[in-house]
Every structure is written in structure tokens, then in C-alpha cells.
């Protein structure tokens, strides 16, 4: 097995270096302790501040559901989210979604995201879920000012799903997913000193539920909740993925490893080993490249010689087919899709927690 290159940048390192110093509790972890009783005073203030009822929580007029986690980076967000909207699909909703747009040039605009946005302007995640999802997106710094931009431009919408909003107490919700991999909890330290955004056991936000979504198949911590298995999907070649044609057969595997020339893996994403891992157990001989987190890929960070490449969705959304053709016409490039089932467990606690959707019983709107 070839091992992976360096990052290609400091930040890229510092991440990787942060991420190991989490699984345990050295003398780096150490070190960061007096900063991370810094960090959970401020968290503990900001959260006193919204219980008190000294800062304004605002409601869109439908029931919310956030995603989001309380450690840092790579959990599995993304792919919650996407199940979340399509098990409420199932269940009769029409959902919305909302996110920060995280990595976009000017975070502070609330703009909707279409399929011909470019990434840098919307943020990569949160083009991924338009394309992937179909659903109206929606992006802003302020999570709630976005989902009464989204409700007032699509009226239709019934319920809103927050992206990694878990932090943003401005926007009420009346669930939330808390979602874990099988890091669970680290080191239990919070940041910069341990992986948590907050203490593992905050008490919930939450109007009617707390539910917790265990991503990679197993429970990681001791809080019960639902387990469920997130999956490489068979690679599809960039031009198809685009243009969204149906998901390849599993056998599409077997090409790649069958394939004479070299194969690389491109990750801008937050634990980029996972990845080659997950490519890897699939019996790809792969040299891997890793990237910075919502990394912009500008320029194209892979040499102009390379044959065969692989990239995740994330990563994806920024390299349509045409710059492909400009930039690096002699690399063909597959796109692995990373998909969470939306499981007959997650839509019953959804509807346990929503009750039926609108038109299908007792009337959807929050009290």
C-alpha cells in the first residue's frame, strides 16, 4: 500500500497534526488545555445568553430540523442532511434546506444556491446538497434570516433543515440531530485542546426532540441513538456526474482496478486518510493527495501528466468538465459519491418528533 503524500499546505498539516493530538491527550493536547477553558466559558456565555432570553431567537414559521454535531469537522453532516431530506420526502414533506455556505468569498450575503452557482460564491457543501438533493438551498452567515429568505421565495416549503447549525441559537428548531463517526468524542476535550465544539452532554435546544446519528455504524459514545452506515457509492466519471445521470453499477469498481495507468485520489475534506481508506478497501492501488478542508482547488492541485483521478463530491462541485477539458485535459477523472440511507429508524423518529406532515393529519406549523 503506497502511503500518501504530504498536505500540500500548512493548513492542510496543522489540521492533520490537530487531528491526531485529539485522539488522546498529550502534550500538545496538553499545552491547548488553558485556551480550550477559554473557548468553554465563551461557549457557556453565549448559551446563557439565549436561555435568559437576552438574545432573540427567531422561527421561521415551520418546523426546523439542524444537523449538526458537537465535534469538529468530518462527522458526516452532509450526508445526515441529504437522508434527513429525503426521509422527510418520504414522509410527505417538502423540505428547504439552509447552511452557512462555509469557504465562500463573502459569508455575510444570504443568497439562494442554483445549480449553476459556483462554489466560491455559495460554498461547496452547500452546492453539493442543491445538486444532489433538488430542494431549494439556501445560504447565509444568519441561519435564520436564510430560512425566511427561503420561505418567502418558496412558499411551498414546509420545513426547514438546518446544515451544522447546531451553534446558531438565533435559529429555533424544533429537532436536532446530532451527528457522530466513529471518532465518537476524541479525547472528550473541547477546542482547540480536544475535538468539541461544546460539552458532549449540553443540554438540547431543541423544542420537541434530541436525536443522535451515529454515521459510521457503530454508537462511538455512550448516547443512545441511531446507527446507521455511510457508504462510497460505485465512481462515475465527472461529465455524468454532472449532467446527474443515473449512479453507476457496483461493477464500475472493477475498472478502475483493472485500469494499467497510475490512480490517484484527490480529498479537500477534513479527514482526507478516511477517504483513501474507504478507496482502498475497495482494492484500488491509489496514491492519495491530500487537500485542506474546502480546499478551492486554484489552481488544480494535481500534475498535468496524471492519467486516472479520483475526487470526491466535495471536491467535485468545484471542477466542472469544461475547466477539466481547459486545465487538465489529460486526466480522466471519477467521482465517488458518499451516501447515508435514509432508513425506515431515521423517518419513524422523524415523524415521532414532527408528527404527520402537513395535509397528512395535524397541521405542521411550530407552536
Known amino acids: ?22 485522539r488522546g491527550r498529550g502534550a500538545l493536547a496538553w499545552a491547548l488545555l488553558p485556551l480550550a477553558a477559554l473557548f468553554g466559558l465563551l461557549g457557556a456565555l453565549h448559551r446563557g445568553l439565549y436561555r435568559l432570553g437576552l438574545r432573540r431567537v427567531r422561527h421561521p414559521g415551520c418546523p426546523v430540523v439542524v444537523v449538526g454535531n458537537r465535534i469538529v ?8 442532511t441529504l437522508a434527513v431530506v429525503a426521509a422527510l420526502q418520504d414522509l410527505g414533506w417538502r423540505p428547504g434546506i439552509v447552511s452557512r455556505g462555509h469557504g465562500r468569498r463573502d459569508p455575510t450575503r444570504i443568497l439562494a444556491v442554483t445549480p449553476q452557482a459556483e462554489a466560491e460564491s455559495v460554498g461547496d457543501e452547500a452546492l453539493l446538497m442543491r445538486l444532489r438533493s433538488g430542494v ?6 444568519n441561519r435564520a434570516a436564510a430560512a425566511e429568505a427561503l420561505r418567502a421565495a418558496h412558499p411551498e416549503v414546509d420545513v426547514i433543515v438546518s446544515d451544522d447549525g447546531l ?8 429537532v436536532e440531530l446530532l451527528v457522530f463517526d466513529r471518532r465518537g468524542a476524541g479525547n472528550g476535550w473541547l477546542l482547540p485542546a480536544g475535538p468539541l465544539r461544546e460539552p ?34 460505485p465512481p462515475q466519471p465527472l461529465a455524468e456526474w454532472w449532467a446527474r445521470r443515473p ?7 472493477a475498472a478502475l482496478r483493472e485500469g494499467p495507468q497510475p490512480l490517484a485520489a484527490l480529498a479537500g475534506i477534513a479527514h482526507p486518510p478516511r477517504y483513501f481508506e474507504a478507496l482502498r478497501a475497495e482494492g484500488l492501488q491509489i496514491d492519495g493527495l491530500p487537500c485542506a478542508d474546502h480546499d478551492r482547488l486554484d489552481p488544480l492541485p494535481w500534475p498535468a501528466g496524471l492519467p486516472r483521478l479520483l475526487l470526491t463530491e466535495k471536491d467535485a462541485v468545484k471542477v466542472r468538465p469544461e475547466r477539466l ?4 485535459p489529460g486526466t480522466r477523472v471519477w467521482v465517488t459519491p458518499l451516501d447515508l440511507p435514509a432508513t425506515p429508524e431515521l423517518r419513524d423518529a422523524l415523524h415521532e ?4 406532515a402537513p395535509g397528512r393529519g395535524a397541521p405542521a406549523a411550530a407552536p
Do not use: I
Open 325 to 328: 477539458a481547459r486545465e487538465r
Open 167 to 174: 451553534q446558531h441559537l438565533r435559529l429555533a428548531r424544533d
Open 1 to 22: 500500500m503506497p502511503p500518501s503524500p504530504p498536505p500540500r499546505s500548512g493548513r492542510a498539516r496543522l489540521e492533520m497534526r490537530l487531528q491526531a493530538a485529539w
Open 136 to 141: 431549494p438551498v439556501w445560504v447565509g452567515r
Open 73 to 80: 469537522g468530518g462527522a458526516g453532516k452532509t450526508p445526515t
Open 247 to 253: 449512479a453507476p453499477p457496483a461493477a464500475a469498481w
Open 200 to 233: 458532549l452532554r449540553t443540554p438540547s435546544f431543541a423544542r420537541r426532540a434530541c436525536r443522535v446519528v451515529y454515521s459510521d455504524g457503530v454508537a462511538s459514545t455512550a448516547l443512545p441513538g441511531l446507527v446507521l452506515q455511510r457508504r462510497l457509492s
Open 353 to 356: 418528533a414532527l408528527g404527520p
